[in-house]
């Protein structure tokens, strides 16, 4: 049975780590390469790096940090934040990331996610979605819809039905990261995370409002995700992930045991 | 010298950039078979399909060298992810014809599995069962978890292959071993300080 993931979120601006509250003060938390090692060393299962501030000029300094962190630390990483074409996905995985994470791009020109995947394979591709509760309707069946660029626009669009075609279009996971919860500490948005979880046949990652680790076992179980995004509960040092895994071992819930060893 | 074979997959440069980290900095990553069969080791590295595989296997006269020059002429190898399934008679994936050099099948794990919803591809850490004790292992405790990402799981003919297994859904064989061939459905180079024990025990295993 496969164990269920924590995974440290590093938004990136221009270098420098910084955790954004609702997209809002970001407070910078440090270095991305020494924080990698460090959740590395602590047993994180995984790593996503957002590149919060993408643009043309900035890219290069990010693909410097994928790089150094791909030199040190040996799990997966992910990486997103304004990847658009191939040929920005392309470059991200030759620097050392395991997957990338598409998000408001995928929203704007679908076609990347079935190019990525043949490209690249599903497994590579990770399609990421904020999603925030707007009421249900017609168009927005679930009441979730989704919405891009940092929260700030609505596509009118329902989340389930796009969490679909996304896994249709070749996504191999898919991060459900709710607005109304990021930075607020409440925990996971259980609903939303639950209804697309059980209608897919890819992994899905919960995102956004992490405060206790009690958040993270209703994740896995009452929100039957097979992952879960931390940023703000591990980065200030209140509760280390081995604290975390301590306490989802002993609410039943299978983690992996990271192991210490000597190598060289 | 050590050889990561180069067939146009994804995934070859965490491979070096882990044996480099483990100090072992004579590896290359190259498509030549002069290279390949001067190699003192081989690892076959990499995620793709079975069929995309083995087309540029044989496209660049590869397959032949990997099986006469490397697994039957004694030389470790080391196979990953899809770097194992190859090694088998055939994949269920893009019906591909593969290398044969151990005997048994590539199937694709079930979507379900007594009614329940099953996740394929398999993403994530999964224990490993040791089933034999194998120098490969050495120092890595029974049931240490690693990283699988995998669609397809092979099933040998000869049960005595598998080395260590593991479930999704369906137990699987996770490493299998014969002799100088050694090959692991996990990802080595991603599964922490477990898989980097691993990839240096190949390092140093003589036959």
Not at chain 1, 129 to 151: A, F, H, K, L, N
Not at chain 2, 70 to 89: E, H, R, T, W
Not at chain 2, 144 to 171: C, E, M, Q, W
Request: proline fraction near 4%; include cysteine.
């Amino acid at each position: 049975m496969l164990a269920k993931r924590i995974i440290p979120c590093l938004d990136v601006r221009a270098g420098k780590v910084t955790k954004g509250v609702k997209f809002l003060e970001n407070v910078d938390v440090g270095d991305p390469v020494a924080m990698a090692r460090y959740y590395y060393e602590q047993g994180a299962d995984e790593l996503v790096f957002y590149d919060i501030t993408a643009s043309n000029e900035r890219r290069g300094i990010m693909l410097d940090v994928v790089n150094a962190v791909a030199r040190e630390i040996f799990i997966p990483f992910s990486v997103g934040g304004g990847l658009r074409t191939l040929e920005d996905m392309r470059a991200v995985l030759l620097a050392g990331a395991e997957k990338v994470s598409i998000d408001s791009g995928a929203v704007r020109n679908p076609a990347i996610i079935s190019e990525g995947a043949r490209a690249f394979g599903s497994q590579c591709i990770v399609l990421s979605m904020q999603v925030q509760q707007t009421g249900e309707r017609t168009q927005v069946p679930s009441g979730y819809e989704v919405v891009i660029d940092g929260g700030r626009v609505f596509t009118g669009r329902d989340a389930i039905e796009w969490a679909h075609e996304g896994e249709r279009l070749g996504a191999g996971e898919l991060v459900i990261n709710s607005i109304d919860r990021d930075g607020t500490k409440r925990g996971y948005d259980l609903e939303i995370t639950r209804r697309i979880s059980e209608s897919v046949s890819i992994p899905v990652v919960a995102s956004g409002g992490a405060g206790a680790p009690e958040h993270l076992r209703d994740a896995f179980t009452r929100g039957a995700a097979d992952a879960a995004i931390v940023a703000s509960i591990v980065h200030y040092g209140e509760h280390p992930i081995p604290d975390l895994k301590r306490y989802l071992r002993g609410a039943g819930v299978e983690v992996r045991d990271a192991i210490t060893l000597e190598v060289r | 010298m050590i050889a990561i074979v180069d067939y146009r997959a994804g995934n070859l440069t965490s491979v070096k950039r882990a044996l480099e980290h483990l100090g072992h900095l004579e590896c290359e990553i190259t498509d030549s078979a002069d290279k390949i069969r001067a190699a003192d080791r081989v690892i076959l590295p990499g995620v793709g399909a079975a069929g995309a595989t083995m087309e540029n296997l044989r496209a660049l006269g590869l397959a032949e060298v990997l099986r006469r020059d490397v697994a039957a002429a004694g030389k470790p190898f080391l196979g990953i992810c899809i770097g194992i399934q190859v090694l088998f008679d055939h994949s269920e994936e893009d019906s591909a014809d593969c290398l044969g050099v151990l005997p048994g099948v590539v199937r694709r794990y079930p979507n379900s599995v007594d009614g329940r919803q099953l996740k394929v591809p398999q993403i994530g850490w999964n224990r490993v069962r040791q089933m034999q004790p194998h120098p490969i292992f050495a120092g890595v405790p029974d049931g240490t978890h690693f990283y699988f990402v995998n669609s397809y799981y092979p099933v040998p003919a000869d049960s005595s292959l598998v080395i260590a297994d593991s479930d999704h859904g369906v137990p699987f064989a996770a490493a299998v071993a014969r002799r100088n061939v050694i090959a692991s459905q996990f990802h080595l180079e991603k599964s922490g300080a477990a898989g980097l024990k691993l990839l240096d025990n190949f390092c140093r295993l003589s036959f």
